[in-house]
């Protein structure tokens, strides 16, 4: 008897739970996130390189633009196409593979 009730307290609090869930994401109008996870993201990491165990590079999606960049202990630089060659277009994946 007593098993019964535990699996009962369990099916209410998530009952709950997800109530709860579907509440906050009707009144933020989020549509992205747990349960829909191929939405359209703003900022997405496409690759990751070791290069040593503090450095690093990555290649970085952000608004439709790829961006290189290189992590080390001091920070983080921004290595982009624009700062090679000299002109704005935006990197394509094919270019650095």
Known sequence: MELWRQAAA???V???LAFAITAL????????GLFRP???RALAS???????????LHLVRASGRELLLATH???????SRDDIIGH??????EEHA
């Open 25 to 32: 994401r009707k009144r933020n109008g989020s549509s992205a």
């Open 10 to 12: 369990l099916l209410i």
């Open 38 to 40: 191929n939405a359209a």
């Open 88 to 93: 704005s277009a935006p990197m394509r994946r």
């Open 73 to 79: 202990p001091q920070g983080c630089t921004v290595i």
């Open 14 to 16: 998530f009952g709950l």
């Open 46 to 56: 496409v690759e990751r390189i070791s290069l040593t165990p503090q450095h690093s």
